[in-house]
């Protein structure tokens, strides 16, 4: 009988978009939810999302860096590109969520692995977990053999993973599958990808969307006075098309 897995990945507290990417879902009748990271950081709903998200049916979640940095605190020494407006928005994020939220991300693993009729399924952030929310470097532009590299062999059939925000869908060892972020994209649809293991060793992929409107996203960032929205708007929710 098949079995269908919604992977989502990179929420970022875009509460619509979340909201239009389950309703989608839901309609496909999927077995189970996948987030492969970040569900906070960056929108302005960080409590809402998470809120939603656990009380989601049928879902499992990996670790993501911003997810990290919540259940485990800020690195006490910042990388250098973290500079103070990004620190201070973290800051602001984690202030709006409580302990028992806190306790129900850091009980999120950084990797799973799913067996279904054969075929062997990775889902991750991204390579090289620290424990800490650090990850392998991100391989812009790259190829299988980079993300063969990246997740060091994984003796998968396939792996999902987020993190770099743009979709992607390639071949190396295993097929490597970025949904695409879910909540940070230039265009206000929701994304997402769809396994669907058909029969024995046998799988399909394929990516989907669902519209919303982006509207309380834009106008949470100045109601909420989110640290450091000018570089939010500019860079992770430009809607431009």
Same mark, same amino acid.
Not at 96 to 123: C, T
Not at 177 to 198: D, K, M, Q, W, Y
């Given at each position: 009988?098949?079995?269908?897995?919604?992977?989502?990945?990179?929420?970022?507290?875009?509460?619509?978009?979340?909201?239009?990417?389950?309703?989608?879902?839901?309609?496909?009748?999927?077995?189970?939810?996948?987030?492969?990271?970040?569900?906070?950081?960056?929108?302005?709903?960080?409590?809402?999302?998470?809120?939603?998200?656990?009380?989601?049916? $049928?879902?499992? !979640? &990996?670790?993501?860096?911003? *997810? #990290?940095?919540? +259940?485990?605190?800020?690195?006490?020494?910042?990388?250098?590109?973290?500079?103070?407006?990004?620190?201070?928005?973290?800051?602001?994020?984690?202030?709006?969520?409580?302990?028992?939220?806190?306790?129900?991300?850091?009980?999120?693993?950084?990797?799973?692995?799913?067996?279904?009729?054969?075929?062997?399924?990775?889902?991750?952030?991204?390579?090289?977990?620290?424990? $800490?929310?650090? !990850? &392998?470097?991100?391989?812009? *532009? #790259?190829?299988? +053999?980079?993300?063969?590299?990246?997740?060091?062999?994984?003796?998968?059939?396939?792996?999902?993973?987020?993190?770099?925000?743009?979709?992607?869908?390639?071949?190396?060892?295993?097929?490597?599958?970025?949904?695409?972020?879910?909540?940070?994209?230039?265009?206000?649809?929701?994304?997402?990808?769809?396994?669907?293991?058909?029969?024995?060793?046998?799988?399909?992929? $394929?990516?989907?969307? &669902?519209?919303?409107?982006?509207?309380?996203?834009?106008?949470?960032?100045?109601?909420?006075?989110?640290?450091?929205?000018?570089?939010?708007?500019?860079?992770?929710?430009?809607?431009?098309?």
């Amino acid at each position: 009988m098949p079995h269908c897995i919604a992977v989502i990945t990179d929420v970022h507290a875009n509460l619509p978009a979340l909201e239009a990417a389950l309703a989608a879902i839901d309609a496909r009748g999927c077995d189970e939810i996948l987030h492969t990271g970040d569900a906070i950081g960056i929108g302005p709903f960080p409590r809402e999302t998470l809120s939603l998200l656990l009380a989601t049916p $049928r879902i499992r !979640f &990996a670790m993501g860096n911003h *997810d #990290a940095w919540f +259940a485990m605190g800020l690195p006490a020494n910042a990388p250098e590109w973290m500079d103070d407006g990004e620190r201070r928005h973290h800051e602001w994020v984690h202030a709006q969520l409580s302990d028992d939220l806190r306790a129900a991300v850091g009980s999120w693993p950084w990797a799973h692995v799913v067996e279904i009729q054969g075929v062997r399924a990775l889902f991750t952030h991204y390579g090289r977990p620290d424990g $800490r929310g650090g !990850f &392998a470097p991100i391989r812009r *532009d #790259a190829t299988g +053999a980079d993300l063969d590299d990246v997740f060091d062999d994984a003796g998968v059939d396939l792996v999902f993973y987020g993190h770099h925000h743009p979709r992607s869908d390639l071949t190396g060892r295993a097929r490597y599958i970025n949904p695409g972020s879910l909540g940070c994209h230039t265009e206000p649809v929701a994304r997402f990808a769809v396994l669907e293991v058909v029969r024995e060793g046998a799988w399909d992929v $394929r990516f989907h969307e &669902a519209r919303y409107d982006p509207t309380p996203v834009l106008d949470a960032l100045d109601i909420r006075e989110v640290p450091d929205r000018d570089l939010i708007r500019k860079a992770f929710l430009r809607f431009d098309g």
